[in-house]
């Protein structure tokens, strides 16, 4: 499936945009495939790219403080891991492994800022969503979760924000 079309169909992308900053974002993204068993992503590490998926089905686990591992979501078609990282600025705060073949649209920060240049209002949907993902490894953690929205937005807006003078 073309990029863009699949980009498309993610409310997250088609609802805030328009075709043009749609298809600049789609233009912007890359093909990325994933054996089974194998990583995205690692907790702890740097991140600058998400990815949306197409088809298979990653595992997302998150390693508490006691060093005990946890599963916090199997994800698949149409959803996205590694935005949290890209929208804060902050480590990669869960390890994303291949459960099956992935076949996946990676976002870059670059791409993300000249988007969000021509529309902010995406900063405040995503910082929705982050809020939401924090929660449940808050929850997981057993740490608090109250003032999470805010912070992501007030996070996601500074990262994204420098080069653009907002």
């Known amino acids: 499936m073309e990029h863009r079309a699949f980009l498309a169909t993610i409310p997250l992308f088609a609802e805030p945009l328009d075709d043009e900053q749609l298809s600049f974002l789609a233009a912007q993204s890359r093909p990325a495939l994933f054996r089974a068993h194998t990583r995205l992503m690692s907790q702890g590490s740097l991140g600058g790219s998400m990815f949306v998926i197409i088809k298979g089905e990653v595992s997302v686990n998150f390693v508490d403080e006691h060093g005990r591992e946890q599963i916090v979501a ?11 990282s890209l929208f804060t600025g902050d480590r990669r ?37 982050l809020a939401e993902r924090q929660a449940e490894l ?21 990262t994204f924000a420098s080069p653009f003078g907002r």
Request: charged content about 20%; glycine content about 8%.
């Open 93 to 129: 705060t869960a390890t994303v492994s291949a459960v099956s073949n992935v076949e996946a649209v990676e976002i870059t920060k670059w791409s993300l800022e000249r988007v969000f240049a021509k529309a902010p209002e995406l900063v405040d949907t995503f910082a929705a969503l």
């Open 74 to 84: 199997t994800l698949g078609p149409g959803e996205i891991v590694g935005e949290m």
């Open 138 to 158: 808050s929850q997981l953690s057993g740490a608090s979760a109250s003032g999470a929205r805010d912070a992501f937005l007030g996070q996601a807006r500074k």
